[in-house]
């Protein structure tokens, strides 16, 4: 994943909510939800980032083992 600091995080976590399609305007269930979580950079360090959660089920999906998406699709 990736790490960003967002400066004005109050204006722009709704732009995003509304880009997950996670906020009251679309029908429950949604696909992500968001949450506060510890997550470990590539140095060791730990932050508090909110991130989006896949709240789907990931049974029947096939892992990409680079973890890299766009390597997957070439």
């Known amino acids: 994943g990736e790490v960003y600091q967002l ?3 109050e204006k722009l976590l709704p732009i995003l909510d509304d880009y997950e399609e996670c906020t009251p305007r679309f029908p ?3 696909e992500y939800q968001r949450v506060l ?3 470990t950079l590539a140095d060791n360090r730990e932050l508090n980032c909110w991130v989006y959660l896949y ?3 990931t049974i029947r999906l096939q892992r ?7 390597d997957y699709l070439a």
């Open 7 to 9: 400066l004005q995080p």
């Open 28 to 30: 429950p269930p949604h």
């Open 37 to 39: 979580n510890t997550v």
């Open 55 to 57: 709240r789907k089920p």
């Open 64 to 70: 990409i083992e680079s973890g890299d998406y766009f």
